[in-house]
């Protein structure tokens, strides 16, 4: 497990290494002529800003491909419950970012995709002993319409935290087409 | 609307003046022998720390009746996707509050419980134009060792954003109980 | 309680008695030009036949209205599991009958609808100890392409079997829109 | 796409011919000494009756191991909505027995369990121009109190046509251990 953590924290730092810094001006480039995947590739190459949710709950993209994506994070008192464990808003954020990225992929240009539902399993409590998580989401379905996916948080020694199904409407995003 | 936004800004102001605060040491009581409601109101009267999930996503609790918790929420840029709207995650994390503490709220000394899953439907994208919303939820059924409980994101001008189902476990917290 | 079911049972007979039989010819009525609302008046006039899968399962149409549809159903040995309880699949089938004609019903003439999805959770057995249970269906939002309600299945008594929330997508139906 | 839909007949032959009768006499056997795939195996065995829903709806189980349970299905206008598309409810039931069945297969002997919760995506209409269907179902997690598994409904050329995710409720079904 030792051996996976380093990968992990290496794997991150490299990305924030390239990602865009968080006090950066915004952006001059256009987003319009993009795919889903070139979106999420301008964002892993610092020429567009990662999500603000991401700094402020401590996760981050670490890999897209098509009809994959996967983020990392780490658990922090700053994001429990009551109980003393990670809240399950901080699971189901991960597992959003993850399931609606992997839908992201998919897109040409022209398309853009809006979370309709995320339903979220929680099968077992996390708290900061656990130095990093991974959320992976799969795409299962892409039509015209409708993408749904899924998702799995897990840790370095693999064991599953939270697993999770989305449903995604996708629509035209260039002016011309609505 | 302004009223509502007044008057929600007016609870918050009270229910904060009231709440432990981030840096306060931390209680010596114990909730062992507290029922559900009873640990919410010792949140209220600043007996018990309240999540710190509300400090980093600007929400907090600001009622708890039995069967039902309402939180109040503050949408900001910190919480966007990259769409610039409010996270799907912050979603989910109001409601699962409001769920989860209605359910809560129902449980007799010597029980506790956890979120098995949520559901989450986002209806409407939410930006910082919207100062303020409020996460109610409700229960719908508790057993000896299940709950469910619904809940609804609205804004001060009683729009819908986002609604959700939870399903929890309910099971025995005292030692010997075990 | 017995009150209730002979008001129940004597609804059921009255609009069994309009619905177009079984083996009714096929209607030459076209659909095209009807609202949702008009639709399902038009099975309860017997002008359009009710669904093929309410007389597998022993269910139908009560009450429809803008908004919220209700059906009927009669649990029986035929519909259990092998714990000798109704299966979930039957608890499902009413409840999305139920979602989904409540979210039909809101719709103009050429829309049409298809369900996304549909969560329902079981919070209680049934048998045929039970002679009669109602599935109620409420829409919660609808918009331009997404309708979401939520329903509820409950016996002559006010006991809660099942409850659920559906997400639906809507579309054009008519032939020059697509 | 046909060699797939003759194997899948003859594998419901050989299926159908060791399933014990609708009308046989109802089994003297206690399952209270069997695991899950004990019980599930006494089905197959022809020892003890399969679901009655089966029978009703035109679905049977396949194949069953540990974590995994096959069912396939036969559309018919039997199962028809008013669209003429089958019906979800039917989605629902076969991956409801598929996903229920997953966990029950991997319960010890004076376990039993309950489904708490099943949501069903539908991303593509059916008819009966699709000879047959089979909903395979894999167990995500199980713990001491609760299984969680997921399922999805393909035809006989790997169209997916529905998948599902459900959370039970694992229990002590033992007199003395109550």
Redesign the interface.
């Known amino acids: 497990m030792e051996h996976v953590i380093a990968e992990w924290e290496s794997q991150e730092r490299a990305v924030r290494a390239r990602l865009r810094p968080a006090g950066a001006p915004p952006p001059t480039m256009s987003l319009a002529a993009l795919s889903g995947l070139q979106?999420l590739e301008a964002?892993f190459a610092g020429d567009?800003?990662?999500?603000?949710?991401g700094?402020?709950?401590d996760f981050l993209p670490i890999r897209v491909e098509p009809g994959l994506a996967v983020f990392q994070g780490r658990p922090s008192?700053?994001?429990?419950?009551?109980?003393g464990t990670v809240?399950?808003?901080?699971f189901?954020?991960?597992l959003?970012?993850a399931v609606?990225c992997a839908v992201h992929s998919t897109l040409p240009a022209g398309s853009?995709y809006?979370?309709?539902?995320?339903?979220?399993?929680?099968?077992?409590?996390l708290t900061d002993a656990v130095p990093l998580v991974r959320a992976e989401g799969k795409v299962?379905?892409t039509?015209r319409?409708?993408g749904?996916a899924?998702g799995r948080i897990v840790g370095p020694d693999g064991k599953?935290y939270a697993?999770a199904?989305t449903?995604c409407?996708i629509?035209e995003s260039s002016p011309r087409a609505r």
Do not use: C
């Not at 809240?87 to 901080?90: A, D, E, Q, T, Y």
């Open positions: 979106v964002i567009w800003p990662p999500p603000a949710m700094d402020t709950l008192p700053r994001h429990y419950n009551p109980m809240h399950g808003g901080w189901a954020t991960l959003d970012s609606g853009a809006t979370t309709l539902e995320i339903k979220v399993n929680i099968v077992r409590p299962v379905h039509g319409q409708v749904t899924e599953l697993h199904t449903t409407l629509f």
